[in-house]
């Protein structure tokens, strides 16, 4: 097991990572976006929250030892010091929880060990990114409800727009369009769409843009080397970068309550047994 990390009074950020449609960078966007905020002197951790495909550690060339499988499988002595014998760390100080090697493991992940997993990371992390599943699913909600603040990216594509509005509008219903932070991922490529109507079509004052960079994002994806550490210059990167800097200069952590269960906790943890903890 690890060394014990310095306990923290206060709580951490729960950063969600999220898509109405798979394929627009959601992985990528996570991953450098935590190697981004890891370069401020801060303590963080990614979890790969796609159970079933995750590819959180491709993208950060990691071969774990463990996976939320194994965590799972230790819940009864898990606290903040031993999770972190389940986290692998990265060349840039990132520390990773990777998801299970195969995806029928993903039916082991039980709403009530993600929120224990959650909240013990939060503990001793400064933030926690979560690349949530791409759709509506149940872990993603779970994931959302809990967030301090939730990224949706989309892209310039007429299906990723249409499903994104509607994404936007269930997030309202639900009461969670506060904490919504829209990021316009690969601003800059051709479509009928522009970047600039964006906007007005999904009625959002002030999404993020990050600009289309085909070779670099494939290169880095291909190599497992996330952009943010070795081509921090690009006008990719730097756009990452001041999505890690606002974070930064806003940052409000409150102190650690537990949260009491919640409807949509109530509603999808009958899906499942939770596990005793």
């Not at 801060?42 to 950060?60: E, K």
């Not at 009491?260 to 939770?274: Q, T």
Request: charged share 20%; with cysteine.
């Amino acid at each position: 097991m690890s060394e014990k990390p310095e306990v923290k009074t206060k709580r951490g950020e729960l950063i969600a990572v999220c898509s109405a449609k798979g394929g627009i960078g959601r992985t990528v966007m996570a991953v450098n976006l935590a190697v981004a905020l890891s370069k401020n002197n801060l303590q963080v951790c990614i979890v790969d929250g796609d159970f079933q495909f995750g590819d959180v550690c491709l993208a950060m060339d990691l071969h774990p030892t463990f996976t939320i499988k194994d965590v799972i499988e230790s819940m009864d002595m898990l606290d903040q010091y031993s999770i972190q014998g389940f986290l692998m760390r990265h060349s840039s100080g990132l520390r990773v929880l990777g998801a299970p090697e195969r995806p029928e493991y993903a039916d082991l992940v039980s709403p009530a060990t993600v929120d224990k997993i959650l909240d013990l990371l939060l503990q001793s992390h400064d933030y926690v990114i979560v690349d949530t599943s791409a759709g509506l699913q149940a872990s993603t909600l779970q994931v959302i409800e809990k967030a301090d603040q939730v990224f949706t990216l989309t892209t310039l594509e007429m299906s990723s727009v249409k499903k994104t509005k509607t994404w936007l509008e269930t997030m309202q219903l639900l009461g969670m369009d506060q904490k919504q932070q829209l990021v316009l991922n690969r601003s800059t490529m051709d479509s009928v769409i522009k970047a600039s109507d964006v906007a007005d079509l999904l009625d959002i004052e002030t999404p993020a843009f990050i600009p289309n960079d085909f070779a670099l994002v494939a290169n880095s994806m291909n190599t497992g080397i996330p952009f943010t550490l070795n081509q921090a210059k690009t006008e990719t990167a730097k756009a990452v970068f001041r999505m890690a800097e606002q974070m930064v200069s806003r940052r409000e952590i409150a102190l650690f309550k537990p949260k009491s269960p919640s409807f949509l906790h109530s509603l999808f943890g009958r899906a499942k047994n939770p596990t005793t903890t």
